[in-house]
């Protein structure tokens, strides 16, 4: 959507046969459009830790940004405050915060490249890797990848999801980069149920 307006109008429409627990605006606005404790439909088809019916087992955030500019440090400090409240109310840890593109590899992109998943990880509200590098091979990346909760997808779907959120600038073939980190996050963060960014 163009704007957090345009979300909202759309994410409250019946015939969209979509909503989400909260949008927050460009300006930092959190607005709540269903309650945590009921079903909302932010997710579609995905799984995360071999676990499908995502919309049952998540609270969607819907962040306005058109995917194309970095997100303002208003909207990002919203984020920050309703992430921590939602894992204090529900007791999920920082490995339970994903995104809808951790879920649904190349069917999803949000929250995007420019989302600051490292600042989230220094406030204890996601998870980081700067892990040691390690040879790649992609039977070990694969491996790492869905003992960390992605879902099954091909080489080249599974590695620009992972890059997206760990190394947005990251281009060209698996390196020895990517195959640390992932094996990193697989190894210290096992999947949970979490919050959707």
């Known amino acids: 959507m163009n704007d957090a307006d345009g979300a909202c109008r759309w994410l409250c429409n019946p015939e969209s046969q979509v909503s989400s627990h909260y949008v927050v605006t460009e300006v930092g606005a959190v607005w709540s459009l269903v309650e945590e404790a009921d079903r909302a439909w932010h997710a579609g088809a995905g799984t995360w830790g071999g676990l499908d019916d995502i919309n049952s087992r ?9 995917g194309t500019h ?13 992430v921590a409240g939602i894992m204090d109310r529900w007791d999920i840890p920082a490995e339970g915060v994903i995104g809808h593109s951790d879920f649904a590899p190349g069917r ?15 406030g204890g509200l996601a998870v ?70």
Do not use: H
Request: proline fraction near 6%.
């Open 58 to 66: 998540s609270i969607g955030i819907e962040i306005s940004n058109a």
């Open 70 to 82: 970095g997100f303002a440090a208003a909207q990002m400090d919203a984020v920050e405050a309703l």
């Open 108 to 122: 999803k992109i949000d929250p995007g490249g420019r989302f600051d998943w490292r600042r989230l990880a220094l």
């Open 128 to 197: 980081w890797s700067e892990g040691q590098q390690v040879d790649p091979d992609w039977d070990g990346f694969r491996a790492a990848a869905v003992r960390f909760g992605y879902p099954v997808a091909q080489d080249d779907v599974l590695l620009a999801t992972m890059r997206m959120r760990f190394r947005p600038w990251a281009r060209g073939p698996l390196d020895a980069v990517d195959m640390g980190r992932m094996c990193d996050l697989a190894a210290r963060y096992p999947a949970v149920r979490g919050v959707m960014v």
